[in-house]
């Protein structure tokens, strides 16, 4: 009898997902950071992600709860950024064991409030369940001004690879990244509002994991510049930094593709916009979707390994 | 230490939920079947709504996996119901233990497309995340002309008490009520528009749970009739029918006040919209919020326990 652990989650997704019905006011349904909806007449387009936190697969029991709490919210907002778009409302569904000591629940709401007010979002409310692990299931909606959104699947052939910031090591110890870090919203609404990204999502699983994804959405290959992967201050203490950097999941950095027609452009407004965030350029889309390679300098092509975190999956401890 | 079990859900959504950050644009926060917004020049308001369906809670390992994906969008359903207006969009968080077979997850998602299909929804995506437990959190969003949401804090004294349908036994062995309801989409939409309703909610957790919180957020008190109250079929072959009636919950039946001025008008309406649902006048809306009394014919009046069905608290298995 076959099971999840047997097909992992990207294969169970493609396989429900062009299933489940959809709306005529849907411009994109399942399979991109946010689905979009676009209702008649309405001048901005609207975005909806769902996001799981799980005690001891996203967070720990040790976690202080405030952090949990953050964490849970800055997942769906860097999910709205990763569209370019502005996030507003909030939903939360609550799991817990009747044994959970009231402070923590507490510490929970007010790590969940304090983030709210950070990124000037309401919370709508949710619903409460008793159940065997503490979980938060959070929604968030965005706005972004209509047709604008940046898909996954927009990279053409040549367009060049950035991600910002630095990749790897969201979990080491000592790191409290996957806690801490901040969605890239400015940037996100940035590269959507001046039509500099072509295709554009979140690094949630690692970039050996999420990559392959803006691919398949694009249905496009890549050379990689491995020498050229922003390592993270966490990532070069290890013995293998460029394996966190492809693989540790949880960076919540942005990865996007831009026309080499406007590389020069895009690069002087960015240090402009961004002088302390840096978009490194990380590699050029090919048009073979078969071909996605990870070139190492005077070395080495790789193909580029679909690592990184999937869930159900056989995988590393996180 | 106090934890969630010494409070229970009402008090821990009492304590929890007026601390939630808010934005201009939400008119009706936390507490309501849904939440709405109200975006600036939009003819409808937004309802936002949440439900976890999680087994062992809300249904069991034996469960025909369609059915809960039946259940957990006719949940979503049922709020949007319960607020008079008409649902759109769902999305879909799953949690799962790695073993589940994947004939289990795909009879799940069957459930859920059928009962999108059912009800004219679409289904705009989610995530997915490995646990202990198998889980489904569903958001509902749906839509209503603006202004016309019907909440539970609009019962005013003299106002007319009636449900839908018949109360209790939902879980009797037998009776398949929790999961094949049928939400009350159409009577809320009526009640909304043809502004019948002046307090309306949907019964999920129990009579005596769920009119206590309309009577709360009315700030008002009740006359129930006892021998008024609709017993189920399932609820009639026990020993305790009254009891079924009032505890058991998911009933997604509605409830909801009528002014008195509007008593013949409504019930020859209903009657000619709705010839095969009755809605029953169960009892009256009192002035003063600590009078909350259940009347027996001839008999005694007793004080309305908050009985019903509340998360966390101990309670009968269900």
Redesign the interface.
Known sequence: ???????G?NR??R???P?????P??AV????DC?V?R?P???DDWL?????V?ER??FLPETPARLVGRKAIARAVSDVAAMGGTP??I???L?????????R??GL?AG??AA??KW??????????????L?L?I?G?GRIPRGTAVLRSGARPGDLVYVTGALGGAYLPGCRHHLAFEPRLAAGRFLAERKFATALMDLSDGLAADLPRLLDASKRGVRLEAAAIPLSRAARKTQQPLHHALCDGEDFELLFTVSPKNRARFETAWKRSFPKLPAVRIGEILADPKRRRLHFPGGPAVPLQAGGYQ???VHKGR
Chains 1, 2 share one sequence.
């Open positions: 009898m076959k099971t999840l652990r047997d097909i989650e169970l997704l396989h429900l997902l299933r489940l019905p959809q709306r006011e849907v349904g399942p399979g991109d689905a909806v209702v007449g309405s001048a909806f992600t769902t996001d799981p799980i697969r996203h507003l409302w939903l939360v569904d799991v817990a064991p009747a044994a959970t000591p009231l402070a629940i507490r709401y969940l409030a709210a007010r000037d979002l309401a919370i709508l409310g949710g619903d409460t369940a008793e159940g065997d692990a979980e299931h929604t909606v869930h159900f999956l």
